[in-house]
């Protein structure tokens, strides 16, 4: 059984940083797409990042150059460093894993999904 476990969420004031895992369990990440997208209350979820089996990265433009995914193979987990943080960055970021060879931007594709994990930005 496949399980994602989101970690590193939290408070932080505008202009900080905070670094989110998602550790993955039963699934090698090597072989999956994973990508991460955050959901803020009242708003739909949005794309955030993806990262290709292969190491393509991709990004929503608003987040390109604040945020980085990348994945440590080893210790089957990706990471979201998230810098220059916003307060309108405020939502529950989700982790997901996907199959597929493209379309990563949708939320449809993924086959697996975390809990989340709160990100709070304050001003």
């Known amino acids: 059984q496949v399980q994602l476990v989101e970690s590193g969420g939290g408070l932080v004031q505008a202009g900080g940083s905070l670094r989110l895992s998602c550790a993955a369990s039963?699934?090698?990440?090597?072989?999956?797409?994973m990508g991460w997208f955050r959901q803020a209350p009242g708003k739909e979820r949005e794309f955030v990042a993806a990262?290709?089996?292969?190491?393509?990265?991709y990004y929503t433009d608003s987040m390109k150059g604040r945020f980085t995914i990348s994945r440590d193979n080893a210790k089957n987990t990706v990471y979201l460093q998230m810098n220059s943080l916003k307060p309108e960055d405020t939502a529950v970021y989700y982790c997901?894993?996907?199959?597929?060879?493209?379309?990563?931007?949708?939320?449809?594709?993924?086959?697996?999904w975390g809990q989340g994990t709160q990100v709070t930005v304050s001003s």
């Open positions: 997901a894993s996907s199959f597929a060879s493209g379309g990563y931007t949708q939320h449809t594709v993924y086959d697996y």
């Open positions: 039963g699934r090698a990440l090597n072989r999956y797409a």
């Open positions: 990262i290709s089996w292969s190491g393509a990265r």
